[in-house]
């Protein structure tokens, strides 16, 4: 079976993703090949393509709302919360599977206009030596802070699972402030020539 997974959580990331790679997991248990589309301020989009689209066999949105539900008429989707794929992300699945019914989308609405504020471009990063979690609530809280500001801001996580969101040279060199907030030692030679601001162990 192909499935499209999509997660995301207006509480945070860190649900975001956990819940993610908990159903990703399960998924793979089931022998289903799985694309996953996580939604939040900190990973950058890796929406399904069309073909994976028309490919898929069943969409489950672990989530409040589909995003741009257009894409998914005719599709065999499930929609729930995503609090109720935590607890047994095996059983989410097999209701989906079992209870999905052909979507059909909403009708479109006007999109809000973009903001023109004058915000600052920020890059940072998060470590945490003990895993993900402390990590991405790092993340989240640098990501909602900046966005309040009217900041754009893009968040590097490093933790057990290794580097996620990697920000790209180009990301770093069009930067105004770069952000260290880590509890282990990060290497700022990337950042040679940007504004830093850190709050971490660093190696010089």
Known sequence: MNLILITACPSGMATTFLAAKRLEQA??????NVHVEMHGEIAPLQAASAEQIANADLIVVAA??????ERFEGKR???APIASALPDPSAFLSQAKRE?????????TAAAPASSGNGKKIVAVTACPTGVAHTFMAAEALAEAGKAMGHQIRVETQGSVGAQNKLTEAEIADADVVVLACDIEADPSRFAGRRIFARLPVTR
Do not use: C, E, K, M
């Open 27 to 32: 998924a793979t248990r089931l022998g289903w």
């Open 64 to 69: 409040d709302h589909v995003p741009a539900p």
């Open 77 to 79: 989707l499930f929609q």
């Open 100 to 108: 999905a019914p052909i979507y059909s989308a909403p009708a479109a």
